[in-house]
């Protein structure tokens, strides 16, 4: 069985016969979330920090409260450092568009590696190619199992004004090393930034202790609702850069000819924000924290072990990135000769086996690897040892079944 009952989640409840094992993509949501966003509905639904009325007064305390809940579980003692967003895409654009704008400029250096995903990887393209920067890509060891430190290093210097990298690669499963990739860019002044989208679900990663400047992550890989997540900022950062969006809470005083801004957050959250979103992603939190991010980590390292040993025994089947002993999570990617991905993932969610196919937003990564897509399956804690052989069993069914 799983580490918790799937009986916690109403759709994998409601659906036996289904096995989930695309949660890198989106996780399932457990009923806690569900009742939460429900209760906020029913109990404290209405526009937050505008009304002088009791029920506006619930929701601007339920969306505090739930920044607070998250900044805690992150490990991020100044919670007015966390920004909500809807998720790490809006993040990593936020930092590169605002900060990017004000800080970078022609003749400057901005580094990225060649498994980032699209959201962590164009838009410091876009940045390089607005200011005349140089965008430069570190590249993984030849052997594809990891980051290749020593190519990094070579990479940064004097110039270098950014140093963006994943924590988790979605594509791959390869766990990067935050503190010695911070280590080389803090020596030249860089600023340095993580995508947490991929980590923050599975492992307790404790942000500020990372060494890093900026951190962002999406709620709905980690139990909660699509359309909110988060980007921390160290504060001294965030109170010198300008803002991103206009409108809404993010004004003091607008003037004829001249506007100032909110203090943070809010400088950074135009508009109506998303209290359901919040409330929703404070009760995924609070479900992580009753489970246990260790004991989460380990369940799913061990998922993504038994996953890598049984497909790669496969004839005709290769397992992308680290060697099954060297995983600490449990994204697998593998391709199976003579089958497309997308041919595989049908015949698989024929078997009601759901699993993600395509280049995973990772399009330089796979041009790299001469590959146009692959298989990924990707566990959570609501996966189980059964959910392996049910996926191995198919795949050589699938093989069977092409005659290969």
């Known amino acids: 069985m799983g580490l918790v009952p799937r009986s916690d989640f109403p759709l994998?409840?409601?659906?036996?016969?289904l096995v989930y094992l695309d949660s890198a993509a989106t996780s399932?949501?457990?009923?806690v979330v569900v009742d939460a966003i429900r209760a906020y509905y029913d109990d404290a639904n209405a526009n937050p920090h505008r009304g002088a009325y009791r029920l506006s007064g619930l929701a601007t305390e339920a969306y505090h409260?739930?920044?607070?809940?998250?900044?805690r579980f992150l490990g991020v003692a100044d919670a007015d450092t966390l920004i909500f967003t809807r998720?790490?895409?809006?993040s990593l654009n936020l930092l590169a568009t605002a900060w990017g704008r004000a800080n970078v400029v022609a003749g400057d250096r901005i580094v990225v590696t060649r498994m980032e995903h699209h959201a962590n990887f164009v838009p410091w393209q876009q940045l390089a190619l607005a200011v005349g920067a140089e965008f430069c890509i570190a590249e993984l060891t030849a052997?594809?199992?990891?980051?290749?430190?020593?190519?990094?290093?070579?990479?940064?210097?004097d110039r270098t004004k950014v140093v963006a990298f994943g924590h988790v690669s979605n594509a791959l499963g390869v766990m990067n090393d935050v503190?010695?990739?911070?280590?080389?860019?803090?020596?030249?002044?860089?600023?340095?930034?993580c995508d947490g989208a991929q980590a923050v679900p599975h492992l307790s990663v404790?942000?500020?202790?990372?060494?890093?400047?900026?951190?962002?992550?999406?709620?709905?890989?980690m139990l909660g609702?699509?359309?909110?997540?988060?980007l921390v900022v160290r504060r001294a950062i965030l109170e010198k850069m300008p803002p991103y969006q206009f409108g809404g809470d993010m004004i003091s005083l607008v003037g004829d000819e001249r506007t100032t801004w909110n203090v943070i957050p809010h400088k950074f959250e135009a508009g109506t924000p998303n209290v359901e979103g919040a409330v929703g992603l404070g009760a995924a939190v609070g479900y992580l924290e009753s489970v246990g991010m260790d004991a989460i980590h380990a369940h799913e390292t061990a998922l993504g072990r038994s996953a890598a040993t049984a497909l790669g025994e496969l004839a005709g089947v290769q397992v992308l990135g680290p060697t099954s002993a060297q995983r600490s999570n449990g994204v697998v990617s593998f391709v199976v000769d003579g089958v497309h991905p997308h041919d595989l993932s049908q015949i698989l969610d024929a078997q009601n086996i759901c699993v993600r196919a395509g280049h995973h937003c990772a399009q330089p990564l796979m041009r790299k690897m001469g590959m146009p897509a692959t298989t990924r399956a990707s566990f959570y804690m609501y996966n189980s040892e059964a959910d392996v052989v049910r996926l191995r069993d198919a795949v050589g069914a699938a093989q069977q079944r092409l005659g290969l």
């Open 28 to 31: 399932q949501k457990p009923r």
């Open 12 to 17: 994998l409840a409601k659906h036996p016969e």
């Open 87 to 90: 998720g790490t895409t809006e």
């Open 143 to 157: 052997d594809g199992t990891a980051l290749d430190l020593a190519h990094l290093a070579s990479l940064i210097n």
């Open 225 to 230: 609702p699509m359309g909110i997540g988060g």
């Open 179 to 193: 503190a010695a990739i911070s280590a080389l860019a803090r020596k030249v002044g860089a600023l340095v930034v």
């Open 206 to 221: 404790g942000i500020d202790a990372l060494g890093v400047d900026a951190y962002a992550f999406s709620g709905h890989k």
């Open 65 to 71: 409260n739930a920044r607070a809940q998250v900044a």
